[in-house]
Protein backbone atom coordinates (compact mmCIF):
# COMPACT_ATOMS: atom_id res chain seq x y z
CA UNK A 1 0.00 0.00 0.00
CA UNK A 2 1.68 3.25 -1.12
CA UNK A 3 1.83 6.20 1.20
CA UNK A 4 -1.67 8.12 -0.63
CA UNK A 5 -3.43 5.17 -0.34
CA UNK A 6 -2.47 4.58 3.55
CA UNK A 7 -3.50 8.30 3.90
CA UNK A 8 -6.85 7.21 2.54
CA UNK A 9 -8.28 5.25 5.07
CA UNK A 10 -7.61 7.76 7.65
CA UNK A 11 -10.20 10.90 8.79
CA UNK A 12 -10.19 14.26 7.37
CA UNK A 13 -9.32 17.16 8.69
CA UNK A 14 -11.15 19.51 6.10
CA UNK A 15 -13.77 18.95 4.61
CA UNK A 16 -14.79 21.37 1.35
CA UNK A 17 -18.35 20.90 -0.03
CA UNK A 18 -19.35 22.88 -3.07
CA UNK A 19 -17.47 26.11 -1.69
CA UNK A 20 -18.59 29.31 -3.83
CA UNK A 21 -16.94 32.21 -3.58
CA UNK A 22 -17.16 35.45 -5.18
CA UNK A 23 -15.47 39.18 -5.09
CA UNK A 24 -18.22 41.01 -5.42
CA UNK A 25 -20.17 39.88 -8.42
CA UNK A 26 -16.97 38.02 -9.96
CA UNK A 27 -17.67 34.62 -9.15
CA UNK A 28 -13.59 32.77 -7.73
CA UNK A 29 -14.34 29.63 -6.89
CA UNK A 30 -16.91 27.51 -8.36
CA UNK A 31 -18.38 24.52 -6.43
CA UNK A 32 -15.40 23.55 -5.13
CA UNK A 33 -15.11 20.04 -3.27
CA UNK A 34 -12.44 18.01 -1.63
CA UNK A 35 -10.78 16.65 1.81
CA UNK A 36 -7.62 16.61 3.21
CA UNK A 37 -7.12 13.33 5.42
CA UNK A 38 -4.53 13.31 8.50
CA UNK A 39 -0.98 13.01 8.01
CA UNK A 40 -1.53 13.70 4.12
CA UNK A 41 0.42 16.72 1.94
CA UNK A 42 -2.49 17.89 -0.39
CA UNK A 43 -0.69 20.36 -2.76
CA UNK A 44 -3.11 22.78 -4.75
CA UNK A 45 -2.15 24.15 -7.87
CA UNK A 46 -3.38 26.43 -10.68
CA UNK A 47 -2.25 28.98 -12.85
CA UNK A 48 -2.46 32.67 -12.09
CA UNK A 49 -5.79 33.35 -10.84
CA UNK A 50 -7.63 30.65 -11.01
CA UNK A 51 -8.27 31.03 -7.19
CA UNK A 52 -5.46 29.22 -5.52
CA UNK A 53 -5.07 31.92 -2.58
CA UNK A 54 -8.95 32.29 -2.25
CA UNK A 55 -9.54 28.85 -1.62
CA UNK A 56 -6.30 28.85 1.12
CA UNK A 57 -7.71 32.25 2.79
CA UNK A 58 -11.04 30.52 3.07
CA UNK A 59 -9.72 27.53 4.78
CA UNK A 60 -8.46 30.09 6.99
CA UNK A 61 -11.56 31.33 7.89
CA UNK A 62 -10.26 34.91 6.43
CA UNK A 63 -12.80 34.71 4.00
CA UNK A 64 -16.49 34.02 4.26
CA UNK A 65 -17.92 31.89 1.80
CA UNK A 66 -21.10 32.81 -0.83
CA UNK A 67 -22.49 29.21 -0.23
CA UNK A 68 -21.02 25.46 0.34
CA UNK A 69 -18.58 24.56 3.40
CA UNK A 70 -15.79 23.86 4.94
CA UNK A 71 -15.25 21.69 8.05
CA UNK A 72 -11.55 21.72 9.97
CA UNK A 73 -11.38 19.19 12.48
CA UNK A 74 -15.21 18.28 12.40
CA UNK A 75 -15.67 22.22 13.19
CA UNK A 76 -18.28 24.19 10.70
CA UNK A 77 -16.08 27.18 9.66
CA UNK A 78 -19.02 29.13 8.42
CA UNK A 79 -20.61 29.04 11.89
CA UNK A 80 -17.79 29.37 14.37
CA UNK A 81 -18.01 31.75 16.67
CA UNK A 82 -14.80 33.83 17.70
CA UNK A 83 -14.07 31.85 20.69
CA UNK A 84 -13.80 28.67 18.63
CA UNK A 85 -12.30 30.52 15.97
CA UNK A 86 -9.27 31.06 18.14
CA UNK A 87 -8.99 27.84 19.53
CA UNK A 88 -9.12 26.28 16.47
CA UNK A 89 -6.32 28.37 15.54
CA UNK A 90 -4.06 26.96 17.96
CA UNK A 91 -4.15 23.72 16.10
CA UNK A 92 -2.90 25.35 13.34
CA UNK A 93 0.06 26.96 11.61
CA UNK A 94 0.99 28.94 8.96
CA UNK A 95 3.38 29.96 6.79
CA UNK A 96 2.61 32.92 4.55
CA UNK A 97 4.46 33.47 0.84
CA UNK A 98 7.05 36.00 1.87
CA UNK A 99 8.03 34.94 5.36
CA UNK A 100 6.22 37.89 7.09
CA UNK A 101 8.00 38.21 9.76
CA UNK A 102 7.78 41.17 11.99
CA UNK A 103 10.73 43.25 10.83
CA UNK A 104 11.18 45.09 14.27
CA UNK A 105 11.54 41.77 15.95
CA UNK A 106 14.91 38.58 15.63
CA UNK A 107 14.34 35.36 14.70
CA UNK A 108 14.19 34.04 18.36
CA UNK A 109 11.66 36.43 19.49
CA UNK A 110 9.60 35.91 15.74
CA UNK A 111 9.50 32.69 16.98
CA UNK A 112 8.32 33.04 20.12
CA UNK A 113 5.50 35.00 19.28
CA UNK A 114 2.73 33.14 18.50
CA UNK A 115 3.58 31.38 22.77
CA UNK A 116 3.40 34.73 23.87
CA UNK A 117 -0.29 35.57 22.10
CA UNK A 118 -1.82 32.48 22.92
CA UNK A 119 0.18 30.86 26.16
CA UNK A 120 1.21 31.75 29.99
CA UNK A 121 4.56 30.18 29.98
CA UNK A 122 7.26 31.83 31.19
CA UNK A 123 9.97 33.65 29.37
CA UNK A 124 12.43 30.89 29.92
CA UNK A 125 10.29 27.86 28.76
CA UNK A 126 9.12 29.83 25.48
CA UNK A 127 12.59 30.35 24.36
CA UNK A 128 13.70 27.41 25.04
CA UNK A 129 10.60 25.72 22.55
CA UNK A 130 11.89 28.55 19.96
CA UNK A 131 14.88 27.42 20.10
CA UNK A 132 14.02 23.91 19.71
CA UNK A 133 11.92 25.08 16.41
CA UNK A 134 14.96 26.61 15.45
CA UNK A 135 16.95 23.74 15.83
CA UNK A 136 14.25 21.56 13.79
CA UNK A 137 14.63 23.77 10.77
CA UNK A 138 18.13 24.43 10.71
CA UNK A 139 18.39 27.85 11.76
CA UNK A 140 20.17 27.34 15.26
CA UNK A 141 22.88 29.97 16.03
CA UNK A 142 21.11 32.51 14.36
CA UNK A 143 18.69 33.44 17.18
CA UNK A 144 19.54 37.13 17.58
CA UNK A 145 19.68 38.01 13.73
CA UNK A 146 17.53 40.28 12.47
CA UNK A 147 14.61 39.54 9.31
CA UNK A 148 16.88 42.02 6.79
CA UNK A 149 20.08 40.21 7.32
CA UNK A 150 18.47 37.03 6.64
CA UNK A 151 18.70 35.05 2.84
CA UNK A 152 15.43 34.08 1.37
CA UNK A 153 15.78 30.43 2.48
CA UNK A 154 16.59 31.65 6.14
CA UNK A 155 13.68 33.81 6.52
CA UNK A 156 11.49 30.82 5.33
CA UNK A 157 12.67 28.32 7.56
CA UNK A 158 12.50 30.76 10.17
CA UNK A 159 8.26 31.53 9.38
CA UNK A 160 8.46 27.69 9.23
CA UNK A 161 10.21 27.46 12.91
CA UNK A 162 6.86 29.95 14.17
CA UNK A 163 4.43 28.67 12.44
CA UNK A 164 5.37 24.93 14.33
CA UNK A 165 5.90 26.37 17.80
CA UNK A 166 2.78 25.37 19.09
CA UNK A 167 3.11 21.70 17.77
CA UNK A 168 0.34 22.24 15.49
CA UNK A 169 -1.68 19.16 13.65
CA UNK A 170 -2.38 21.18 10.44
CA UNK A 171 0.25 23.31 8.57
CA UNK A 172 -0.76 25.96 5.39
CA UNK A 173 2.15 26.58 3.58
CA UNK A 174 1.69 29.95 0.46
CA UNK A 175 4.37 29.07 -2.13
CA UNK A 176 6.76 27.89 0.29
CA UNK A 177 9.51 27.44 -2.57
CA UNK A 178 8.90 30.96 -4.26
CA UNK A 179 11.98 33.14 -4.86
CA UNK A 180 14.38 30.42 -3.70
CA UNK A 181 17.05 28.82 -6.08
CA UNK A 182 16.29 25.27 -7.08
CA UNK A 183 18.98 23.94 -4.04
CA UNK A 184 17.10 25.82 -1.33
CA UNK A 185 14.09 24.84 -2.86
CA UNK A 186 14.56 21.42 -2.82
CA UNK A 187 16.12 21.56 1.08
CA UNK A 188 12.89 23.06 2.10
CA UNK A 189 10.96 20.02 0.48
CA UNK A 190 12.83 17.76 2.16
CA UNK A 191 12.29 20.01 5.78
CA UNK A 192 8.50 19.64 4.87
CA UNK A 193 8.52 16.02 4.42
CA UNK A 194 10.61 15.56 7.36
CA UNK A 195 8.05 17.40 9.49
CA UNK A 196 4.98 15.31 8.02
CA UNK A 197 6.72 12.47 8.98
CA UNK A 198 8.19 13.55 12.98
CA UNK A 199 5.04 15.43 14.07
CA UNK A 200 2.22 13.10 11.89
CA UNK A 201 1.21 16.99 10.72
CA UNK A 202 -1.48 17.43 7.46
CA UNK A 203 0.10 19.66 5.24
CA UNK A 204 -1.72 21.67 2.67
CA UNK A 205 0.83 23.68 0.51
CA UNK A 206 -0.47 26.21 -2.22
CA UNK A 207 2.33 26.22 -5.08
CA UNK A 208 3.23 26.97 -8.69
CA UNK A 209 5.96 25.38 -8.55
CA UNK A 210 5.76 21.80 -10.71
CA UNK A 211 9.04 20.44 -9.22
CA UNK A 212 8.32 20.98 -5.26
CA UNK A 213 5.02 19.72 -5.96
CA UNK A 214 5.54 16.38 -7.17
CA UNK A 215 8.43 15.68 -4.97
CA UNK A 216 6.24 16.48 -1.71
CA UNK A 217 2.70 15.70 -2.64
CA UNK A 218 0.60 12.74 -1.41
CA UNK A 219 -2.26 14.16 -3.85
CA UNK A 220 -2.59 17.32 -5.55
CA UNK A 221 -5.96 19.40 -6.43
CA UNK A 222 -5.47 21.16 -9.66
CA UNK A 223 -7.81 24.23 -9.98
CA UNK A 224 -8.99 26.38 -12.99
CA UNK A 225 -10.58 29.26 -13.14
CA UNK A 226 -12.34 28.79 -10.20
CA UNK A 227 -13.02 24.71 -11.02
CA UNK A 228 -11.37 21.94 -9.71
CA UNK A 229 -10.19 19.94 -12.76
CA UNK A 230 -8.85 17.19 -11.45
CA UNK A 231 -7.40 15.69 -7.44
CA UNK A 232 -5.06 12.61 -7.37
CA UNK A 233 -1.79 11.48 -6.75
CA UNK A 234 1.09 12.88 -8.91
CA UNK A 235 1.14 9.87 -11.30
CA UNK A 236 -2.50 10.40 -11.53
CA UNK A 237 -2.24 14.32 -12.58
CA UNK A 238 0.89 13.53 -14.91
CA UNK A 239 -1.11 10.95 -16.61
CA UNK A 240 -4.32 13.15 -16.94
CA UNK A 241 -5.50 13.36 -20.63
CA UNK A 242 -7.16 16.57 -19.69
CA UNK A 243 -6.11 19.57 -21.88
CA UNK A 244 -5.73 22.29 -19.33
CA UNK A 245 -4.19 19.97 -16.81
CA UNK A 246 -1.63 19.00 -19.36
CA UNK A 247 -1.13 22.36 -20.50
CA UNK A 248 -0.51 23.75 -16.97
CA UNK A 249 2.08 20.90 -16.73
CA UNK A 250 3.84 21.44 -19.83
CA UNK A 251 3.43 25.30 -19.75
CA UNK A 252 1.90 25.74 -22.86
CA UNK A 253 -0.40 28.54 -23.47
CA UNK A 254 -4.07 28.72 -24.27
CA UNK A 255 -4.56 30.13 -27.90
CA UNK A 256 -7.30 32.67 -26.58
CA UNK A 257 -9.25 34.13 -29.67
CA UNK A 258 -10.89 37.97 -29.25
CA UNK A 259 -13.43 38.74 -31.27
CA UNK A 260 -13.38 42.73 -31.29
CA UNK A 261 -16.54 43.38 -32.07
CA UNK A 262 -17.82 41.16 -28.83
CA UNK A 263 -14.96 43.01 -27.25
CA UNK A 264 -16.25 46.15 -27.89
CA UNK A 265 -19.85 45.67 -27.15
CA UNK A 266 -18.47 44.29 -23.75
CA UNK A 267 -16.48 47.18 -22.54
CA UNK A 268 -19.69 49.00 -23.71
CA UNK A 269 -21.94 47.30 -21.46
CA UNK A 270 -19.65 47.66 -18.53
CA UNK A 271 -18.97 51.30 -19.03
CA UNK A 272 -23.10 52.20 -19.25
CA UNK A 273 -23.45 49.71 -16.20
CA UNK A 274 -20.90 52.16 -13.94
Do not use: W
Amino acid sequence: MNTAEQHSLRDPVIEVDGLVACYGSRKILDDVSFDVRSGEIMVIMGGSGSGKSTLLRHMLALNRAVSGSIRVFGLEMGGVSSRELHQLRQRMGVSFQNGALFNSLNVEDNVIFPLREHTVLDDNTMRIMARMKLEVVNMAGFEKLMPAQLSGGMAKRTALARAIVMDPKLLFFDEPSAGLDPVVSADLDELILRLRDAMDVSIVVVTHELDSAFRIADRILVLDKGKVLIIGTVDEVKNSDNERVQNLLNRRSEDVIVDPDEYMQRLTDELIGL
